[in-house]
């Protein structure tokens, strides 16, 4: 835990009093989205201290050029960055000819700041002293709308507390931005014309090289004490900027109140040439049904969200708190209505990664998305790597790969690779490997195996194609290895026969083998279309077959583990607890170096695979890789403490469970590894969500049936979650006597809780 100001709360991230350095990490923590835009909590009015001012746009990137790397046989062109949109919630403030800046006041007083998750708005309050001494009171309250994606809106109020006031607004739209994280400072918009009409102003401007098309644009309403009024209004225009003004000389203690609804239209959605009459669409419903309808309609569609999705904890208000912070940023992310879109490791929170998706999803994000919404949005997610298909053998054709092999970019918004740092862009092949077990994953959580032969089994043959021609044949251990990768653990590059990907490797080609056999027993027309149309033979599967079955694993007698790969033994012997505090965490804090010789473990790898594919391991097997593993992982991936914390939680350490719970839930809340300033880490929340439905719950899919095993930690009283299991929502009640389920269905349902079968009734409660 490296800061600890956000306050308790069940259903709000609360931040008391105003202090200048934890600007920007508020910045990130209070972040709105709706999916299909998002943005940091920058102030509204002018902030002249340190502050990284951030809005997105879905699915719009710029391909930067990459700073390394670029002139070697196959690399990646581009790293595609997650482009800083131009700015619609500016509102200068001034008042009696000074403008309003926290950072210039002379005192500022009773600062509060809400997310309220519950409902889905952002509100902020304080009392501010000018250098001219006048007083004024601030509210504002801003969301992004759930209901009308393109919009947003604004509710922002100035009270003058000891004078008469001169107050003006001046509402703007900027699209003069840049990236914090650009490779060679290039400009990234081309603006193509600023506008405007009465109230109502647009930005018409384009991505450079990608050509996404985006009109932004506002309109705004005045109040005095709640009743409409016309103000004087000028507009300003540049060649970047438009500006509105309204001034207006307010009594002392009167409320002058500017609603300023803006957002973005954007040419993946409407012709290019319409954007503007679709972004006057779009603000004629919001100013016709104002702030407050809005805002209604908001509160009333995250009620519906949280009906299913909610994971209540009861007797532990910062764990209950965190693990709503991490369900209401996955809400705000990616709500499954767009399939062209995924979930991006920061979000609309920052730009650090770029890309819009990585393995994060299948190995993280599925199982909550399955689980808490429609089945149909876990398979979007699936259909999202399908569509993808032929750039991933473009991919791996550029590596020399042949025969329709496929290998799916470790970073990408359109299924090229755009990563840029070699020891993760060509070894960290591992990815292939989640995009085929999420397939397995859907399917037996789902039952809709229909998406193997209609969609698939071709993405399972190109996976199967690339892992045995990654392998190589080695005459002295007479077995196949994989030579030059890096696990899931990014503090190893460049290793021989990681465990984790060697395993991933054989269970994939299994696993391709068993479904081409169910496949043209069960469909056969679509087993014939989908040979015939990759090509494929039996002696190529052979060819298959015989890797994964003389797979090399590296392993320690001694220790009686699977090695993490080649020579990790060889690391000087030092768990990550004799690390000094100073020195954590070691990736900002050592040389890469340093890091590459250490024996310390960035997150979950050859656990990845035992969390994986826990199945076909003994407990004590776990137990044993659990003692030899943990004690040298750091943790410095969010990626890492949710998986620790279901293993921990199978082999009834609910202690050491309870606390890596607590590091996922509050990762960011608490700014475990010092850069949540950067933006929040949004894959690694679902994991979260499994830490508590996997692991306290101890729920999983066996047999074709939906099992637990319930644990609950002496810090709580109860826990409870909803899961949609194959079209019925199942009700999971844990307190410290008893488990409670509850069946909205409308079939009897058995599970399966401690190993004891039991048959839910639909609309009935059943104590165990």
Not at 182 to 209: C, P, R, Y
Not at 332 to 354: A, C, H, V, W
Not at 539 to 549: N, S
Not at 571 to 589: F, G, M, Y
Request: proline share 3%; with cysteine.
């Amino acid at each position: 835990m490296n800061q600890n100001y956000i306050k308790p709360d069940n259903w709000s991230i609360i931040e008391e009093g105003f202090v200048p350095e934890r600007v920007k990490s508020s910045e990130s923590l209070f972040s709105i989205g709706n999916g299909a835009m998002g943005q940091r909590a920058n102030f509204e009015e002018q902030y002249s201290g340190p502050t990284f001012r951030g809005s997105y746009v879905a699915g719009v990137y710029y391909p930067d050029k990459t700073r390394v790397g670029w002139w070697k046989n196959g690399y990646p062109d581009y790293f595609a960055k997650v482009l800083n949109a131009p700015n619609w919630i500016g509102i200068n403030v001034t008042i009696n000819g000074e403008v309003l800046d926290l950072f210039a006041c002379k005192k500022v007083e009773h600062f509060k700041r809400e997310l309220n998750m519950k409902e889905g708005w952002l509100s902020r309050s304080f009392t501010a002293t000018l250098k001219n001494k006048i007083r004024v009171q601030v509210r504002t309250k801003r969301f992004l709308s759930l209901e009308a994606d393109e919009i947003g809106a604004i509710a922002y109020e100035v009270i003058p507390l000891n004078k008469d006031a001169d107050i003006v607004f001046e509402p703007y739209l900027d699209s003069g931005i840049t990236n914090e994280d650009t490779n060679w400072d290039d400009q990234f918009w081309d603006i193509l014309k600023v506008s405007h009409d009465a109230n109502q102003g647009f930005i018409e401007a384009k991505t450079m090289k990608t050509a996404f098309h985006v009109c932004t644009f506002m309109e705004s309403k005045l109040f005095v004490n709640d009743q409409s009024m016309d103000a004087l209004h000028k507009v300003d225009a540049t060649d970047s900027r438009l500006t509105f003004t309204y001034a207006y000389s307010v009594k002392r203690g009167e409320r002058f109140t500017i609603h300023k609804f803006g957002g973005y239209t954007v040419d993946r959605n409407h012709d290019k040439t319409k954007l503007v009459s679709a972004a006057q669409k779009a603000l004629n419903l919001a100013t016709t049904k104002g702030f407050y309808a809005l805002l209604e309609d908001q509160k009333q569609i995250w009620a519906t969200i949280w009906s299913m999705s909610d994971i209540t904890i009861t007797g532990d208000v910062k764990a209950q708190q965190g693990i709503r912070f991490n369900i209401f940023q996955l809400n705000q992310t990616y709500l499954g209505k767009d399939s062209r879109l995924n979930i991006g490791p920061k979000g609309f929170t920052g730009e650090k990664y770029g890309g819009s998706t990585y393995w994060d999803t299948e190995a993280y994000c599925i199982p909550f998305y399955m689980a808490t919404k429609d089945q149909k949005v876990a398979r979007a997610l699936l259909e999202y790597r399908y569509n993808h298909l032929g750039r991933a053998i473009e991919n791996a054709e550029k590596l020399g790969f042949t025969q329709g092999a496929a290998l799916y970019p470790m970073v990408t918004m359109n299924g090229e690779e755009c990563h840029n740092e070699w020891e993760i862009t060509f070894e960290e092949i591992h990815r292939n490997g989640a995009i085929a077990f999420a397939m397995h994953n859907y399917c037996r959580f789902t039952g809709d195996y229909r998406y193997i032969p209609e969609k698939g089994l071709e993405v399972l043959i190109a996976i199967a194609r690339f892992w045995q021609q990654r392998a190589t044949y080695s005459q002295p251990k007479k077995q196949y290895v994989i030579l030059g990768v890096t696990g899931p653990n990014e503090y190893e590059n460049n290793v021989n026969n990681n465990w984790y990907t060697n395993y991933l490797a054989r269970w994939c080609i299994n696993y391709t083998i068993e479904n081409l056999s169910k496949v043209e027993a069960e469909y056969p027309e679509d087993f014939l279309r989908i040979v015939k149309k990759v090509k494929l033979t039996k002696k190529e599967v052979a060819l298959w077959k015989a890797v994964a079955d003389n797979m090399y694993f590296p392993y320690s007698e001694k220790h009686g583990v699977y090695l993490q790969q080649d020579g990790f033994l060889d690391k000087e012997w030092v768990t990550a607890d004799q690390l000094l505090p100073s020195q954590r965490p070691i990736n900002q804090k050592w040389s890469w170096d340093r890091i590459l010789r250490s024996p310390y473990i960035k997150q979950a790898d050859t656990l990845q695979g035992f969390y994986f594919f826990e199945d076909q391991f003994s407990n004590e097997e776990l137990e044993r890789h659990f003692d030899f593993y943990e004690p040298f992982t750091v943790h410095e991936s969010s990626l890492s403490p949710c998986v620790h914390s279901i293993q921990a939680a199978k082999l009834g350490r609910l202690e050491q469970a309870y606390t890596l719970y607590l590091r996922t839930s509050r990762l960011d809340l608490d700014d475990y590894n010092h850069e949540v300033h950067e933006g929040l880490h949004i894959t690694s929340m679902a994991g979260t969500w499994m830490s508590i439905v996997e692991g306290f719950g101890g729920m999983r899919v066996k047999d074709n049936t939906l099992c637990f095993t319930p644990r609950i930690p002496k810090q709580w009283e109860a826990y409870s979650f909803k899961v949609n299991f194959r079209n019925q929502i199942l009700k999971v009640n844990v307190c410290q006597q008893d488990t409670t389920f509850e069946l909205e269905g409308n079939t009897p349902l058995p599970l399966k809780v401690n190993d004891a079968l039991v048959i839910i009734e639909p609309h009935s409660l059943v104590t165990v």
